[in-house]
């Protein structure tokens, strides 16, 4: 039997994609196995996120080759598709093949072939056969793809190409058959998942209340989302879908006026703060968490201070801080301006320390609340046996077990945090 090996890299979006082509060469008479094992076949799904990611990415593809000269090694993903643009060809890369990141659903028809796509214009949304997710608690339904925004500092407009949506009917349909093998908790996934809509059809929130319908679904959890989409309306639609998890991700990047221009964002820092705000009215302490690049061209002393002041305002659950890494083919790698790693880091320290600050204040509002838990799985701490899992808020918590066999994987128990296990770690109790 023929063997094949994947790897992946980066977001939810490419999680989703490794799997579907996983599923493809299993459908296709593969065996899968291990990436560190000889196979026939290699694909990595590559990322372009940051340089550390095109890193990872070339290293991942040159272990393929090492591990096994003879085989077939496939590139996929924003690394190669952005490399292509800029001229690479697949020996540059010491793989075989590279497959653009719309046609990832041709990988057995294609596979003694090149693709190259960049989906420049109108494309149609790339649709996979339905398959078997990795998790065990949650499925993650990938909604859409590509974006239109064009930040300063990204790449993935060049990689993914152009925002495109999947009908309503697949989603649902989707949504169906992972309930039907028990799965509680859906998450909705995308490069832009703000922008989902097909003109005259349906809009994101459509797609929510429709989910929200669906019998056997019991959580409902959205990805990254733009502050754009927290209008009056959509706030007061999605506090009556009864399934919604509070827990939103609105990427930020910065709290100054000044930077989010540079970075070509389409709102203010004060726009910003009313979707906050929005939310906070039509839900009880939602969890509200971002994204912050910190060390963007340009970006002084005042305005890091202005952005952290905004942070601290706005009092986050969590902020992914990121210190900005140059992208080749961006406007902003040309931006005059450029700041020192050691600036960048010393910023990156002050935010971190600030949400670690924020988190744990977070967290304290749910001690000796009720909540609800969907558990994932079993740790070891001290020598006890804990099940751990997230509240609808993705609070993490510890369930001690009386018996070492016990098993909550996947169930959903309603109980009270008394206190923190440890710094990740909230203690629940049935």
Not at 130 to 146: L, M, N, S, Y
Not at 224 to 236: G, I, N, R, Y
Not at 302 to 312: G, N, Q, T
Request: one cysteine or more.
């Amino acid at each position: 039997m023929k063997k094949a090996a994947l790897h992946n890299l980066g977001c939810k979006v490419n999680s989703y994609e490794t799997e579907a082509m996983e599923q493809m060469l299993i459908e296709d008479g593969y065996e899968i196995v291990d990436f560190h094992d000889k196979a026939d076949v290699y694909v990595i799904n590559t990322c372009s996120v940051t340089n550390m990611a095109d890193r990872k990415s070339r290293q991942m593809i040159h272990r393929a080759k090492k591990q096994n000269p003879d085989a077939i090694v496939i590139a996929a993903g924003c690394y190669v598709q952005t490399s292509t643009i800029a001229g690479l060809k697949p020996e540059d890369f010491s793989c075989d093949i590279i497959i653009g990141n719309n046609k990832k659903n041709l990988l057995i028809e294609e596979i003694h072939k090149s693709i190259i796509d960049i989906n420049d214009g109108v494309a149609e949304y790339e649709e996979f056969s339905h398959f078997v997710p990795k998790e065990h608690t949650r499925a993650f339904i990938k909604i859409q793809d590509g974006c239109n925004q064009f930040c300063t500092y990204c790449i993935i407009p060049y990689a993914r190409g152009r925002a495109r949506s999947r009908d309503l009917n697949s989603i649902l349909s989707e949504v169906t058959s992972w309930v039907e093998k028990g799965y509680k908790e859906i998450v909705l996934t995308g490069i832009h998942i703000t922008s989902y809509g097909i003109p005259g059809e349906t809009e994101l929130i459509d797609v929510i209340e429709a989910i929200d319908s669906i019998p056997g679904v019991e959580r409902i959890r959205l990805s990254s989302l733009e502050p754009q989409v927290c209008t009056k309306d959509f706030c007061e639609r999605i506090s009556k879908v009864k399934k919604i998890c509070p827990h939103f991700h609105l990427s930020l990047q910065s709290g100054c006026d000044a930077t989010l221009k540079r970075m070509n964002r389409k709102y203010s820092a004060a726009e910003y703060k009313e979707g906050c705000a929005r939310l906070r009215e039509v839900f009880n302490q939602p969890a509200i968490t971002t994204d912050v690049i910190v060390g963007f061209p340009q970006e002084s002393e005042e305005e890091f201070s202005e952005s952290k002041a905004f942070c601290e305002d706005v009092r986050f659950y969590e902020m992914h801080v990121f210190k900005y890494s140059k992208r080749h083919g961006t406007y902003a790698e040309k931006m005059s301006g450029q700041l020192t790693e050691k600036v960048k880091s010393a910023r990156s320290d002050e935010l971190l320390s600030l949400e670690k600050e924020m988190s744990k204040e977070y967290r304290s509002y749910f001690i000796g609340k009720e909540v609800s838990v969907l558990f994932e799985e079993k740790i070891e701490i001290n020598g006890k046996t804990y099940m751990t899992g997230f509240t609808k808020e993705y609070v993490k918590v510890a369930y001690l077990l009386d018996n070492s066999e016990m098993d909550l994987e996947n169930e959903i128990r309603i109980g009270r945090i008394t206190c923190f296990l440890n710094d990740e770690l909230m203690l629940f109790e049935i």
